[in-house]
């Protein structure tokens, strides 16, 4: 599907979804933002040096419902450059290995520490008691088929081989879930959660978040071009 057709996708479901909602027109530009980047099947990281890593830490402290008190950035294109993302038994992997292996040794693998788990966690009684079950679940199934497809290709082809498939796939739930999270606070019209939760998303199309480092709960790791 091409960009200009996936919009019109997107256009249509929030419409649909959330016909009064105050934060349709954001909605709209963002989700259709990751439409473009799915059409180009290329997720457009940005460096390091462009990334605000204090406000990145803010919204992962909202989003998250747990302290995040540092953002250190892994690059896919200079790995070597800046390794204080590392801990010390991924620095070792990093030279003898690569990226891939590094970031499987320094990024905390439990279901509550990665980004997607710990945002799921976060989320789901508000959203629960904001929209139902039912319309939650129909929400989360538009979402998976209506955008999700073109945006699982685009992080496959720019972040398989510097990241482990497993790792891959672990930002497609990142992105599926905060994506579901913000289209969800739009049909509930709630701006206090719904506003950070969009910068968010538009954060994500430069840099992803992995998860907390190893051994340091209130540091998170996220991958940078």
């Known amino acids: ?10 256009r249509k479901l929030i419409n649909a979804r959330a016909p009064d909602s105050s934060l349709k027109d954001i909605a709209r530009a963002l989700v259709g933002l990751y439409a473009d980047i799915a059409a ?4 457009p990281l940005r460096p390091a040096s462009a990334i605000d890593a204090p406000a ?18 892994a690059s896919v294109s200079q790995p070597y450059a800046d390794a ?13 290995t690569g990226l891939a292996a590094a970031l499987e040794a320094s990024v905390e693998r439990d279901f509550a520490w990665t980004y997607w788990g710990r945002l799921q966690l976060s989320l789901e ?7 139902g079950e039912q319309r939650l679940d129909i929400l989360e199934r538009d979402v998976r088929a209506r955008v999700m497809t073109g945006l699982r290709s685009a992080l496959f082809s720019s972040l398989a081989g510097p990241l482990s498939v497993r790792m891959v796939e672990e930002c497609v739930f990142s992105v599926e879930e905060t994506l579901r999270g913000f289209l969800a606070f739009t049909v509930m019209d709630d701006r206090m959660d719904g506003v950070p939760l969009g910068h968010l998303t538009r954060i994500m199309t430069g840099a ?16 940078t071009a």
Do not use: H
């Open 125 to 131: 009684r508000p959203l629960l008691a904001g929209i």
């Open 84 to 96: 204080a993302w590392a801990t010390d038994e991924g620095y070792d992997l990093l030279f003898s």
């Open 1 to 10: 599907m091409d960009a200009a057709l996936q919009r019109q996708t997107i």
């Open 40 to 43: 180009e099947c290329a997720w």
């Open 208 to 223: 992803i978040p992995l998860g907390a480092k190893r051994g340091e709960p209130g540091t998170w790791i996220a991958v």
């Open 56 to 73: 990145l830490s803010r919204r992962l402290t909202r989003a998250l419902a747990v302290p995040v008190n540092e953002v250190l950035f």
